[in-house]
């Protein structure tokens, strides 16, 4: 042990006096240090740079940052008002395997939700699964009554549940949701993607004051004329948008249940029905822009026609000569058959079709029917045509139409949604003189016809109003004495802003209306109520001096 | 060698400060995430209220009810400035005397002289 030691000593001795190895070692601590201090030096700078150059908190990566979202985006109306929003709720669910007495939880479950059956309950917690729902969407107060109880295997998880604040007020635009917050109909359906991805609200052209004017006056009218239903639109001629839309009979689309199943059906954009007289308006503007006819052109109203089994008479005929413009605004069938007979069926059909009546309407819902068309467009059917029989269409290709004439002519396209810029500018179907024409016409409707009930003086409104019978298939019409009474009033003359349309199905004759059941008496009331509300609403100004067109009556030569 | 030290110690110090003011900030940014999601949530509730109570149908019931003599305008009450000057014209623009002002003058309270109103000329500037 010594001499190793001693050995050893003399070793480090002998090591230590060797300048080579000592060098050696001075450089190898060297070569360490430096490697050392780069890659220090490289940690500091970046230490550097992460603290004082980079430290703004925008260069961090934001995968942590959980957007602040919800599942699914508010709608709201054109100035705002939220039209359908969310609640955070609670449900209830269960893991029945962790359930042990099942009969005392649902029987203390029923205390708190009386509503549910015990039966049901039984089974959902019994069953063989690991999960199962209990209820769905409860408020605060439920929830904490359901913590209290303290049942082992009962849970409650954070849900949302889609509100309407307005409930039936905007039902058919809107639609509804499922109780998963799935978009079943209307523009929660059709923006179903859009509402679930986006955090920011959709705005629709609606006006929710506009929709209760609408809601209110025709609910009123139904119940006045004994309806079985009805619909009313409002729209910007200029732009297409539509400020409302309601549809009788309604729903909350807060609670929907199988019985509100038949008033889903939305009247203006799925219900086709023959619009009557009020397209001897598109008759006489065809006769007009062809110059086939002017206003002054005479038509002989003096006997009916005879289309193959039918008589073609007049609703209080004059049983004379009338001008164009006395066939409109006295409504003649016969002078507008009369009037068709000038530019024949292809004319006729090839309008038609531009004015958007053979296809289907574009509207941001999905409930929009298609028009039915007959198979053959005979001289029969150009003849029914003329005077808005033969054709079953939608409110909305009507209101669009109308629009379309009234606005120089140009295709008006109906929208949901509030528009951002100018409406794209279609093919003009109409010469810009014919649209003014049209619109001397239908206030002369207003003025002398059977429009007198929709007149307020100083807006100015152009009507034409429609009232025409079910057709029951072969059998015909006049079969069932159901009409559906409609009417379409323009205003202001000098500068058509918006399009109102109303229709009542199956108005009955009250007091007042001695004994008629005819749209001048029920449904031009409604629109002139409507109007006389949403107009001062709508920023338009009355003019009492704007010039009263007048009536050119048949003289005999 | 005292250098190296001194800045060794300090980034160590540095480091770690850092990293506990990242972690403060973290559990700060968890709390106000959190406060934010029950202010929205609560925002939704207020807002959903908000329309509610504004339903137009309520606002007309309530008008109905407290308000009998308010209806809507009329196209008579609706008269633009182009026809204000047509008023003045026809001399319609001397001052109203307001019934507040007839109930002064009975009670002769001379001592409160009424203001002299706009007339439509301050408005308008000179007649054409």
Redesign the interface.
């Known amino acids: 042990m010594k001499y190793r030691l001693t050995n050893h000593i003399s070793l480090w001795n002998q090591v230590v006096r060797d300048n080579h190895f000592f060098q050696m070692i001075h450089e190898r601590i060297w070569v360490a240090n430096f490697i050392f201090g780069i890659a220090f030096f490289a940690?500091?700078l970046r230490?550097l740079d992460?603290?004082f150059i980079h430290n703004s908190s925008d260069s961090r990566p934001q995968r942590r940052h959980?957007p602040?979202m919800?599942n699914r985006a508010?709608i709201v109306d054109r100035n705002g008002?939220?039209?359908a929003?969310?609640?955070?709720t609670g449900s209830v669910y269960v893991n029945p395997k962790q359930i042990q007495h099942a009969t005392q939880v649902a029987k203390s479950l029923i205390k708190i939700f009386p509503h549910l059956s015990y039966q049901v309950l039984i089974k959902r917690l019994k069953s063989k699964s690991n999960f199962a729902w209990i209820v769905r969407h409860i408020p605060p107060r439920l929830q904490q009554e359901i913590n209290n109880m303290g049942i082992p295997g009962l849970y409650i998880q954070k849900d949302e549940k889609r509100?309407y604040?307005?409930s039936q007020?905007v039902s058919h635009a809107i639609g509804y949701c499922g109780v998963d917050n799935d978009g079943l109909s209307g523009i929660e359906k059709r923006f179903d993607g859009r509402l679930k991805t986006q955090g920011d609200p959709l705005q629709l052209s609606l006006d929710?004051?506009v929709?209760?004017?609408l809601?209110?006056e025709l609910g009123t009218a139904i119940t006045h004329f004994r309806a079985q239903g009805g619909n009313a639109m409002v729209m910007d001629i200029k732009t297409g948008e539509l400020y409302g839309m309601v549809s009788f009979p309604a729903f909350d689309p807060n609670k929907i249940t199988i019985k509100d199943q038949p008033s889903l059906f939305n009247r203006n954009t799925q219900a086709t029905f023959e619009p009557g007289s009020i397209w001897k308006i598109f008759n006489s503007a065809i006769a007009l822009d062809t110059q086939l006819a002017s206003l002054s052109s005479p038509f002989d109203a003096t006997h009916s026609i005879k289309i193959g089994r039918h008589t073609v008479n007049d609703f209080k005929g004059k049983n004379r000569v009338l001008t164009l413009c006395e066939a409109v605004v006295y409504s003649s069938n016969i002078g507008s058959i009369r009037i068709s007979d000038l530019f024949g069926k292809t004319i006729q059909k090839d309008y038609l079709k531009r004015l958007g009546m053979f296809e289907i309407p574009f509207l941001e819902i999905p409930e929009v029917a298609a028009p039915q068309i007959p198979k053959v467009w005979s001289e029969a059917t150009r003849m029914s045509v003329s005077y808005g029989y033969g054709m079953a269409v939608t409110p909305l290709h009507n209101v669009n139409a109308i629009s379309t004439m009234l606005n120089d002519g140009y295709p008006t396209q109906a929208t949901l949604l509030k528009r951002d810029g100018p409406m794209p500018k279609g093919i003009q179907v109409f010469k810009k003189d014919t649209s003014q024409k049209i619109r001397r016409l239908m206030r002369l409707v207003t003025i002398e016809g059977s429009g007198k009930q929709a007149d307020?003086?100083?807006?100015n409104i152009m009507t034409k109003t429609g009232t025409a019978y079910k057709s029951k298939g072969k059998k015909g019409y006049g079969v069932i004495k159901e009409r559906n009474a409609s009417i379409v009033a323009a205003f202001p003359e000098q500068d058509p802003r918006f399009v109102v349309w109303v229709t009542l199905d199956d108005p009955k004759p009250t007091d007042k209306t001695y004994g008629y059941a005819t749209a001048g008496w029920n449904s031009a009331p409604t629109s002139r109520k409507i109007i006389?509300?949403i107009?001062?609403m709508l920023n338009v100004?009355?003019n009492?001096d704007h010039e009263k067109p007048q009536l050119i009556s048949w003289v005999q030569p | 060698m005292i250098i190296l030290i001194a800045i060794i110690m300090s980034i160590g110090v540095s480091l770690f400060s850092l990293k506990q003011s990242v972690i403060e900030l973290e559990s700060n940014y968890k709390s106000i995430q959190n406060e934010i999601m029950k202010n929205e949530e609560s925002l939704h509730v207020l807002k959903a209220e908000w329309s509610y109570l504004n339903d137009p149908r309520r606002i007309q019931q309530l008008s109905e009810k407290y308000l009998p003599k308010l209806h809507g305008i009329k196209p008579e009450q609706i008269q633009s400035l182009a026809h204000a000057k047509t008023f003045r014209n026809r001399g319609l623009d001397k001052p109203v005397e307001s019934s507040l002002d007839k109930k002064l003058k009975n009670k002769n309270m001379k001592t409160i002289k009424p203001k002299k109103s706009l007339t439509l000329d301050d408005l308008l500037g000179d007649a054409p």
């Open positions: 940690i500091c230490l992460l603290m959980t602040i919800f508010d008002s939220v039209l929003t969310h609640l955070v509100v604040p307005y007020l929710i004051r929709q209760n004017i809601f209110d307020i003086p100083g807006y006389e509300r107009a001062p100004e009355p009492f």
